[in-house]
Each structure stands twice: as C-alpha cells, then as structure tokens.
C-alpha cells in the first residue's frame, strides 16, 4: 500500500511526473499549472437584494498555508459597478440573506474561534452585532416577513446512557482512543466522519438578538424553514416517518407553528417531497418531488397544493422531460421561476401555473471547479431580476444578471488576473452514436494550448461520477490540466447522465456498467476519426462513478496504455454493506439484498473480470472516503499485484470522497494521474 505524505506530495510534482511534464510546467509559463490551482476563485451563493439593485456574494478561493477552500463575504452592484469586499478580511462568511427590505443582511460566519454564529449587518451604516452564541452551527437562513425573526436549522446533540460503565483509568493513563459504542443503520457519512448522536431542528432568533428557541424535536432531521406571509407558520421538508432509517427516499413537507411548536403534515405519499415554496400571498405552497418507483434515476417534477396540503397537483409542462429544483414564486405570485439541467448546461426557467414555460438563460455555473459538473445557484429579486453563478468552459463561477425579455450581463471576472496570460485548451462539443444502439450521445474534446491538428496527440478520456450527473461547457480545472500537458482530452454524457429526459437516465437501471461502456467508447473513436489522435497512446480515467467505469473498461478492453482508476466501486457486494447509505443503494441501485442476488451484484462489479486485465492501472483512493470506502480500490490493487499486472495505489490519508475539497489533493491528484500516464506514454513528441 502506498501512502502519500505531505513529502511524498512535494515529491510527486517533481520526480514523479515525467521529465518532459515538469520541463513543460516550468517553461510554459503561459499554460496552466498544478501551481495555478491555488490561484483559482469562483462565486457562490448570490443573494439579489429585494429591489434587485446590489447582489452579494460569496466570493471563494483557495488559502494555500491552510490548504483549505475559504470565502468572503462581496457585493457588487447590478449594473456591475461598485465591487468591493463587505467585511473585513478576516471575516470568512456564507450564507447571505437579505431581510425582506433590504435593509440588513444576515450570515454565518466564525467568531473569535468559537465556531459559526448568526450576525446581522446594518446595510446603510455598517454597524454588525453577533445575533448567536450557540455551541452548533447554524444554517438555512430565513428572515420572518416582519423582519423581527430569523429562522435556521442546527445540529441537536442527543445523550444516551451507554451499555456499559468501564473502570476510570488512572490520571495519566494512555487507554488509546475511546471505544465506538454503534448501532445505527447509518453511522458514518462521507465528509462528516463517524456521526455524533443528534439531529437538525428548527430554531428561531429575534433579528435583534436573543435566545435562539428551537421549534422541532424528535429523532428527525429537518430541512431549511420557509416562512408563511402572516410569521405564524414555518413549511420545510423532512422524513419524519417511523421507518425513516429504512426508507430513506420518503420524504414529506410538514408546517410548524412559531407559537407552540405543533408540526401537522401536508403531503402523503411514498417518494421524496421537498423544496417547499411559498406563494406571495400564503395561499399556495410549490415543491419538487415524485412518486417513488425504486429506480436509480427519477425526475423530480414539479407540484402545486393550497396552503393546507389540499389540492395537489403536478404543474404539467408540455414535452418537458426535465428535473425541477431551485423553485421560486415570481412577486405577483402567477408564475414559478426554476433550476434545471439540459444536454450539459444548467438553466433557468419560468412556467406560469398552466404550464407554459420560458428558458431565461443557461450557462449557470457548478460549484466544483476541478471537473465540469452541473450545478449553479440563482435568487430572484421583487422585480423579477435575478442574480446567478455563471460558467463556461474558460472560467470557473462568476456573478451574472438577468431578466425575462432581457440578455444576461455579466458582472465579475474573478480569475482574468490568473487566466489574463494564460492560454487554456479549447473546448468543442461532438455529437456521435452509440456502437450499441445508435442513441445520439453528447460529449466535448479539450485540444491542446497550440493545437495544431495536422500532428498526433496523446487522449485522455476522462469519465464523469454519479452515475447519475452530467458533465458539459464548463471549466474543469483537472481537464485543464490534462490538456496544458499535451493531451486531446475527452469527456462524455453516456446514457444515465442527467439532462436528457428520464428515458436515457434510467437506460442503466439494475444495467450499469454495461451499454455506458459502449457510448464511451464509440465517442473515443469519433475523436480518433478526426485525424489527430496517436492511437498508440489512448489513456483513461475517472473518479467515482467514473471509476467504476474505468475499471470496468480495463476489464473489456486492451486498448488503453494505461489507465487511473479514482475513488471507484470494485465490488458491489461489499460497498453496499460499507458505503455510507446502505438503505439506498441496495433498493435503488441494486435488485435487492446482496446475499439474494449475489449473481446480479457479481455481474456488474469489477473485480469479476480483473482477470482479464492487462492495462497498466493506478488505484486512488481516499483514507477517510465513506461513499466509496478505500477498500474498495484495494480489492482492485491487491488483485492485479497478485496478477502481475503493472500497477500502484496513491492512498491520500485525510481525503474523503471529495479528493479535490483541499487544493493540493486536487494538484496532487491531477499529478500522479500525468505522472502514470506519462510512464506509460511512448513515441514522446
């Protein structure tokens, strides 16, 4: 097992990588560099003011002495004048929310080291005051219609006498670590480690301080609170059933009364309900949802019920074979504004309550800048101006503005101090059929800085997670770096990415991988087609999901010289019993108990044709990653070493699922994935 030191990581961006790669970083001043990532800032959360006039941000970078992804608080104006940072700079914040009239703005942010408070800032003079002093961090910021409350969800701790009492150890002792006493279903997840006993409520907290007072109870995690006009009444989403453990996917909209606490429930059905949205005048409340049918992929629909749960009804939009999220009423309460995802773009749409719908503008921009993922954020002003994270394949998240009738406006442009002399690769989309069945599959090439197409370039086909997500023309900063190294890089939509209707994302339930495989492949040799690809040197990789289709393809194919193999799936049997949400993915993944269709399990795991791997293969794979445990890429490890197959494990101590959450696991990760693939690499050029 290799386990990778901060040293080891110094070393890996020198002796590692190839000769030609690091001469290539040091004298190709004008290319894109692992050294660049910590240069790299996006912008998150942009909450318009209700008049639509000035738009706050967080505005995120990377600390590099901290290793660590931090954001400050900034506000610009909606003609784009006026940018300039809100707080002081050591004042790192998120979450912000303005009161209903504009006047004051509420966040979180760190106080004196004592962990995340609520504050309240005064928008015409400046003046703050630290509204919290809570022991959790709060989140889900809402203001109360009146202004005089705010609501949030925090964590609860819960305390149980344990099992047993051991005998006190002596002052001094060293005993080691203290015993896990576990019995949940779910007792870790990814990103948070082994869980603490408890669960998030709802408080509230006078908009001029106080004692915040909590307003649910009970073995439930509630989600983000949505005011009713009159302050008397609080909607969120939640599951709240006995069995909630076991049926994790069921989820319902429930209200709260701010006076005495009493919950009643508005939906009733089996299948996620959630994202509760208020109309202007409390007669209507919008949400996302649909009726569970224990696939991998189901679109959420948009629904429309009275105020008490009564009447509800799908917004039916004609031909619109889409998932809603990111609900919000329009002002005068005739209409909804929505998130969705389109063949790789992220979009903003309107529907009126009839169903007619208009697309506003694409482009919005994902909050992971290492891989170009869909995501995005917008809020919506009185005015029915909107303020939202805007991406294209040259930039990582800026702030943009727009309204219905009117083209989009551009406000920021966070990165051209970075990418003002650096020249990125071109990004062209393709469109090819399937080998398998002729379905149309999407995808994009990423050509080199200098591209010259009459030589021969190495490829990179790197392949997206999920499975059920999509890739598209967004900035992808590992993508990026692959190309700045001289490689044709290559990414694709196969059937089960989101964004091309339900039909095509569910085209891999209970069947994946298998016919993915094969639109990976054909849109390989769509590229190779064109003319400029040296296809003695065809390389793959991918992380996640991607992973587990990497590992797949070195399993059916000898055509790759070498390939990385991140984060991945190797055995289905064993990750659905040591993944961080069992109860899932046994019932929507998989047909069922692994130990009742261990034939099923086997068929689509990995590990089942390693036998036939030849291709030179790296594993990576995080210490603390509870979504795809660490063993499952050494199951992978240990059986090509055991094979004789050419092959080696990176092993990042302290990274979760999400490798790339610290900058130098995103440069190292991108380093050792050159670094193999240039061992590998012949006829250099």
Do not use: C
């Amino acid at each position: 097992m290799i386990r990778v030191t901060r040293v080891a990581l110094a070393a890996a961006l020198t002796a590692f990588v190839a000769p030609r790669l690091a001469a290539q970083q040091v004298a190709d001043t004008n290319r894109f560099t692992l050294r660049d990532i910590f240069e790299l800032e996006w912008a998150a959360d942009p909450e318009i003011s209700p008049d639509g006039s000035r738009i706050v941000f967080e505005r995120s970078s990377f600390d590099i002495m901290h290793d660590r992804a931090v954001s400050d608080l900034w506000i610009v104006n909606a003609d784009g004048s006026n940018l300039r940072a809100l707080l002081p700079p050591d004042r790192h914040a998120g979450t912000p929310r303005w009161s209903p009239d504009g006047g004051r703005l509420a966040y979180v942010a760190h106080a004196d080291d004592e962990g995340s408070e609520i504050f309240v800032r005064w928008m015409d003079t400046g003046q703050e005051a630290k509204l919290t002093h809570v022991e959790e961090s709060p989140g889900g910021l809402a203001w109360s219609p009146d202004g005089k409350w705010i609501a949030f969800t925090m964590f609860v701790p819960e305390h149980e006498k344990p099992l047993v009492e051991l005998p006190a150890k002596p002052k001094g002792a060293d005993w080691g670590p203290a015993i896990q006493y576990i019995d949940q279903v779910q007792y870790r997840m990814n990103g948070a480690g082994y869980l603490r006993r408890g669960h998030r409520h709802i408080f509230v907290v006078p908009a001029d301080g106080g004692t915040p007072r909590q307003l649910t109870d009970g073995p439930y995690n509630d989600g983000a609170p949505e005011w009713m006009p009159d302050g008397k009444t609080i909607v969120f989403s939640a599951n709240r059933h006995p069995d909630a453990d076991y049926a994790t996917n069921n989820s319902e909209i429930y209200t709260v009364s701010v006076n005495d606490g009493t919950v009643k429930t508005l939906t009733d059905r089996m299948g996620p309900d959630h994202d509760p949205a208020v109309s202007p005048d409390g007669a209507r409340i919008a949400y996302t949802g649909y009726d569970d049918h224990y696939q991998g992929y189901q679109l959420s629909r948009l629904y429309v019920m009275n105020a008490d749960g009564s009447g509800s009804h799908v917004v039916t939009i004609p031909d619109f074979d889409r998932s809603v999220q990111g609900i919000r009423w329009a002002h005068d309460g005739k209409g909804i504004f929505f998130q969705y995802d389109d063949r790789g773009d992220t979009k903003i749409g309107y529907v009126t309550l009839a169903g007619t719908l208009s697309t506003l503008t694409g482009g919005l921009g994902q909050l992971e800048i290492g891989r170009p993922y869909n995501g995005g954020q917008f809020s919506l002003a009185d005015n029915g101006r909107y303020a939202f994270t805007l991406t294209a394949t040259d930039h990582p998240p800026d702030v943009a503005v727009g309204q219905a009738g009117k083209p989009s406006q551009r406000l920021t442009w966070l990165n051209d101090d970075l990418f003002g002399h650096k020249m990125l690769g071109k990004v062209q989309e393709i469109d090819f059929p399937s080998s398998y069945d002729h379905q149309q599959i999407q995808g994009w090439v990423i050509t080199p800085p200098g591209f010259d197409p009459s030589q021969k370039y190495p490829l990179v086909l790197e392949i997206h997670g999920g499975p059920y997500l999509n890739y598209g023309a967004r900035f992808g900063a590992e993508l990026q770096l692959y190309a700045a190294a001289g490689y044709v890089v290559v990414y694709i939509n196969p059937r089960g990415s989101t964004g091309y209707g339900e039909k095509f994302g569910d085209a891999i339930h209970l069947d994946y991988p298998d016919h993915d495989y094969d639109d990976l492949m054909s849109g390989v040799d769509a590229v190779i087609a064109k003319g400029y690809v040296d296809t003695t040197n065809l390389f793959v990789t991918g992380g996640s999901g991607g992973g587990v289709l990497t590992a797949w393809i070195v399993g059916h194919t000898h055509r790759f010289r070498a390939a990385v193999v991140a984060k991945p799936v190797i055995n289905w049997y064993s990750f659905v019993l040591t993944a961080d949400f069992p109860a899932f993915f046994y019932k929507y993944w998989m047909p069922g108990f692994p130990w009742e269709h261990l034939d099923a399990y086997m068929a689509r795991s990995p590990i089942s044709y390693v036998g036939n791997v030849t291709t030179p293969t790296m594993l990576i794979t995080g210490g603390v990653d509870y979504r795809t445990p660490s063993e499952e890429a050494e199951q992978f490890y240990e059986a090509l070493k055991l094979r004789k197959v050419p092959s080696a494990m990176v092993r990042i101590p302290d990274a979760s699922h999400d490798i790339a959450a610290k900058p130098s696991n995103m440069m190292a990760k991108a380093a050792y994935v050159m670094g193999w693939f240039a061992k590998y690499r012949t006829n250099d050029r």
